[in-house]
Structures are given as C-alpha cells and as structure tokens.
C-alpha cells in the first residue's frame, strides 16, 4: 500500500495475499466462487488487456450463478448465454478472470457469506469488506485484476468500494443493461463497477455507456448535502471535508452551497425507511416463489430481511412511492445538467469483523441513510477513496444529474489527476 502521504489514496500496488485468508492459493484473499471461469477478450478494443473478474449473480454461457446461496446453486441451470454487458466488456477487449462472492441474494452490505465465509479486506483485514459486491471489490483492491463488475441496488458496490479504497460507481439507472443478472429490486438494481485507477473505471464506463456522448460543458455548480454530512464522526468528517477542499480547489464554480435535501419534519431516516420498505416488496415479488418451493437455508440477517421483506403489504406502499417520486424531483431540479451533489460515501471506515447487536444495527441504518439518495433518485454515483490518518480508507461520493454518467467518470478522473499530479 502507498505510504500514507496523501489522504486521496490510489492503491496502485498489488497486495500479497499473506495474510490469514480463507481459501486456496487459487482463492487468495477468499474473493472467488471459481477463478477458472474465464473468457477472453477481443485483440482489439478501448479495453485490451484489462482484466477483470464479476460477481457471480451474471449469466455466463455454460455456467451456473449461485447468488450467494447453496440452494439457488442447486436449483438453477446454467445460463444459455452471457449477458449483455459481459458480452461489451469482451468485445472492447477486457478478458474475464473469475466470478466473485456476494452475500446471498445481494440482499447485504456487509460482504459476510454464512455458507462460503468473508472475503478479507486487503485494505483492512480485520474489518468487513462491504457487500454484496465483496468479492469483487476485494479482488480488484488485491491487484488481482483490472477492475471488477458488481451490482448496487442499496449500496452493494459503492459501500465495499468506500471500506476497500476503491473508485467505484453505479450509473444512472438503467444506463448499463442488467439483462442476464440475477435481479433483487428491479426499480433500484444497477450495474457498477470498481477499480484501484480512476482511468480505468472512466474506460469502462466508457465501453458500457454507449453510444458516446459528444463534447459536453462541464459541471458548473457544488452543493454539499448537510443532512448527510451530519452522519460522519467528527475525525472523519474533517477527513472527508479537507479531501473535498483539496480536490475542487481552484475549480471556478458558479455557485457552491451547503443544502437541505429533506423537507421541514423529516430526515434522511425517513428516506432510508422508504427504500427499505420499496426495495422489500420487489423482493418478495421477485422470490417468493422460488422460497416457497425450494425452502432455502440463508444465513442470519438474510433470513430475518427475507422473512419481513414477505410480509410487506403492496397498498400499504403509496407513502414510500411518494416520497420516491419527490426525492427525485428535488434532486433532479437541484442538479439540472451542471450540479454535482457532494456527501460521504459511508459513516466512516469498515466496521470490524465481528461487529453486532445494536451497535452493527446502528451503524448499518448510518450507512442506508448515505446510500439511499441516489438509490430513490436513480442518479449516478461515484465514489472516490480517501485515507484516514490511521491509514484506513473511507470514501467520499459525488453524485450528477441523470445520463450525466460519461461527464461525471471524466470530471472525477480530471480532478484526482490534477491534484495527484500537480503542475
């Protein structure tokens, strides 16, 4: 890892995977369902000889997803066909190297797997790597690829993105086609992805979002959201806040103001209880069927949500479907075309291994509240890393107007490369 000179950090090194790490020496850092899962890339392509490795919830020909569980893994064949955004990622050159761990049914954000174990955070390996995209995330923070493919419906690929030092994203909604992928709530579910180099993560947004857009005027305008920066402790707040001085400075912003995002007597709790409750029902519409025939084990935490998430009532939802569609009203009229809406990726660092009861319960609600907004809004997301004092990386989000994906990866690219290299 760099020496800790800069608190916007890049882990441009690969990690030796020598520490205490469940697996084999195929698995190191315990980041994989099957490393030997590989298709090659094009010889030709904006994404030549790139590697990357994708959670395994995506349809690969002649392979078998298990989203996590044992029992989903017994119950389904393997795909006829890969799915469509794998299928680009190939074509622009990218070779596939391994499908990684998720929590079952992507229904966590912890990164902790009671059938197939924790992947371990090489940024911090006593701590949680985040999820459902664990495996992923923990792959591409290990150098043990280019970047990797996830999904995030309430969090799932920026939250390990924030707990493992990586840039990561979750575009716009419906901007990156989820054909092929194992759904968990079709109206949140997005694809993103993750890497160690902000270029990267640009060149694959660029390969995905298609067909390119033209020459666009950039971001004129910078709001910090106050009611998420009241999450952070006070440490990581300043962190947080001296990182986003330091890479927007001298940026000639139009306008630049600290806002509310919540109407008088709310909070972002209400938010976060909304995407809870709407998340639940696509849930259980989407696999009540497959439980009610197939009776599956899930782990602690997973069977609870399941087991609430069906008992949810869909004409008792036009409250939470309201507060969806204002939130993104107001997000949408406040971001325009030229805003960027600035706010902690996550309360702080990983919570560490082990972590439970009310404390786990109380942190976990922190990190929703964060994840939630462009959750409800369906705006884009990018999260860039940021290193503690201490030496353990926490993120700091931007988030952009809707179809603003291909202006945001390159504003984000522009602005950590300007300030890492200095003229």
Known sequence: MEPNH???????????????VPGSQDNPWGAYVDRQVKRSGSETGNLNGLTFAVKDVFDIQEVVSSAGNPDWLRTHKAA??????????????????????????????????????????????????????????????AGLVDFAVGTDTGGSVRIPSSYCGLYGYRPTHGAVSAEGVIPLARSFDTVGWMSRDVSVLRRVGEALLAPP?????????????????????AADLATLQQALRELTDGVPWEEQAVVSLTEDGESLADWSAAFRVLQGLEIAREHSEWIDRVNP???????????WARTLEASASEAEASLRARVRRT???LLGEDGLLALPTAPGAAPLLGLSGDEAEAYRAKVMQLSCIAGLS?????????MRPDGLPIG????????????????????????????
């Open 80 to 141: 006829s066909s890969t799915a469509p955004t794998l299928r680009r990622l190939l074509e622009q050159g990218a070779t596939l190297e391994g499908t990684t761990q998720t929590d079952e049914l992507m229904y966590s954000l912890n990164g902790q797997n009671f059938h197939y174990g924790t992947p371990v955070n090489p940024a911090a390996p006593e701590r949680i790597p985040g999820g459902s995209s664990s495996g992923s995330a923990v792959a591409a923070a």
């Open 396 to 423: 700091l989000s931007v988030i952009g107007g809707a179809g603003s994906d291909l202006k945001l990866l390159r504003w984000a690219e522009d602005v950590v490369n300007r300030r890492g290299n200095p003229s």
């Open 378 to 386: 369906g705006l884009p997301q990018v999260t860039l890393p940021v």
């Open 213 to 233: 857009q033209a020459a666009e005027s950039g971001f004129q305008r910078l709001f910090m959201a106050q009611e998420a920066w009241d999450l952070p402790e």
């Open 297 to 307: 084990a899930f782990g602690p935490g997973i069977a609870e949500r399941m087991a």
């Open 331 to 333: 997000l949408t009229d």
């Open 6 to 20: 800069q608190q916007l950090q890049r882990f441009d090194s690969p990690l030796s995977p020598t520490l205490n």
